[in-house]
């Protein structure tokens, strides 16, 4: 990728993402608003992220939906969700350099950061 691309990357998307730019600009959005329709709690721990999202039919649709899409392009890291009796959450699992580079998982990371 070279410089003229690397600055036309939509904001929170991996450099390493294998998406084309349109649609990893799209993907990136499906997941702002997953988290701004359903998301719960989002912690951070050595190695993992876990998201928690209400548990309802579009939040568990969306959220499969997601998930089923990033294990093709992001196999880097590892995608579990784990349906709850309150929630469902999201577990990836992965370096913390991998985690690091999921910056759309983490909207409050790009603060100050301009598209």
């Known amino acids: 990728m070279d410089e003229k691309e ?20 799209r993907r990136v959005a499906r997941w702002q608003a997953l988290a701004e329709d ?3 709690e989002r912690r951070r721990t ?3 992220l876990t998201l928690r999202y209400e548990r309802d039919d579009d939040a568990i649709t969306r959220l499969t939906d997601l998930t089923d899409a990033e294990r093709e392009c992001c196999s880097y890291v590892g995608w579990t969700v784990e349906p709850g009796d309150n929630d469902v959450r999201l ?9 690091d580079s999921l910056l759309f998982l983490d909207p409050e990371r790009l ?4 598209p």
């Open 38 to 40: 359903h998301l719960i």
């Open 46 to 48: 050595e190695g993992a």
């Open 91 to 99: 577990l990836v699992t992965g370096t913390e350099d991998a985690l």
């Open 6 to 25: 690397r600055s036309e990357v939509p904001v929170g998307l991996p450099i390493a993402c294998s998406l084309p730019l349109a649609e990893g600009g």
């Open 111 to 114: 603060t100050g950061v301009t």
